[in-house]
């Protein structure tokens, strides 16, 4: 299995590939959801106070942030993505597992939104939980069994078979962008942003000191 070594590299890929906005964490019903802080969630709050015809947010409400679109994946495909996110991103020391991050509801508010790289992934996405279910009882799966698909989708992928290979890419690098985007993910990149200061004193010295200056 991957180490946390090669899913950095995955997620700089990930990254060059995708732009990527920063996507809330919801809960799971159908109903609009509240954005607010959870441990999985993904930088700042996506707003969108419905959607018109295109398919488009209108301008957000950001006094009343919510998300009106319904979610995608029923509690069986939701439990497959768990397994297979908790597989290619393991709980190791000091570093939780995926699924304890909430990237398996991120992933599902990712391929639920309305916007067109999210429709793709989502037709993506589905045909390969659906490719899995016709191989494995996927609803069941345990670390061992999505161990092993997540090594045969990579091993098809490497191979170049498609359509394995897109959904493989696409649900890897969702999963990454969920898992790295939490505060938790932030985190361990080493990461220091997002911190409120009152004064600003400069540069740190060891900056000014790589810049020559």
Same mark, same amino acid.
């Given at each position: 299995m991957p180490d946390r070594r090669e899913t950095l590299l995955w997620l700089l890929r990930a990254l060059a590939l995708s732009a990527a906005p920063g996507m809330a964490i919801g809960s799971l019903n159908a109903e609009p959801r509240v954005i607010g802080g959870t441990a999985g969630a993904a930088g700042p709050p996506a707003a969108i106070h419905g959607?018109?015809?295109?398919?488009?947010?209108?301008?957000?409400?950001?006094?009343?942030?919510?998300?009106?679109?319904?979610?995608?994946?029923?509690?069986?495909?939701?439990?497959?993505?768990?397994?297979?996110?908790?597989?290619?991103?393991?709980?190791?020391?000091?570093?939780?597992?995926?699924?304890? *991050?909430?990237?398996?509801?991120?992933?599902?508010?990712?391929i639920s939104a309305p916007y067109p790289q999210q429709r793709t992934d989502r037709e993506v996405i589905l045909a390969g939980l659906t490719w899995i279910h016709s191989q494995t009882a996927h609803a069941h799966l345990s670390a061992a069994s999505a161990e092993?698909?997540?090594?045969?989708?990579?091993?098809?992928?490497?191979?170049?078979?498609?359509?394995?290979?897109?959904?493989?890419?696409?649900?890897?690098?969702?999963? *990454?962008?969920?898992?790295?985007?939490?505060?938790?993910?932030?985190?361990?990149?080493?990461?220091?942003?997002?911190?409120?200061?009152?004064?600003?004193?400069?540069?740190?010295?060891?900056?000014?000191?790589?810049?020559?200056?």
């Open positions: 959607i018109d015809a295109d398919g488009y947010g209108r301008d957000p409400d950001l006094r009343h942030p919510r998300v009106t679109w319904p979610l995608t994946l029923e509690p069986e495909q939701k439990t497959a993505v768990a397994a297979l996110a908790d597989a290619l991103l393991p709980a190791e020391e000091g570093s939780p597992a995926a699924s304890a *991050l909430g990237v398996p509801d991120f992933l599902d508010e990712w092993a698909v997540v090594a045969r989708l990579s091993a098809l992928a490497a191979a170049g078979r498609e359509p394995q290979a897109h959904f493989f890419s696409r649900l890897r690098n969702v999963c *990454l962008i969920g898992y790295y985007t939490s505060m938790s993910g932030v985190a361990q990149l080493g990461y220091v942003g997002y911190q409120p200061s009152a004064t600003f004193k400069g540069p740190p010295p060891e900056v000014l000191a790589l810049l020559g200056v």
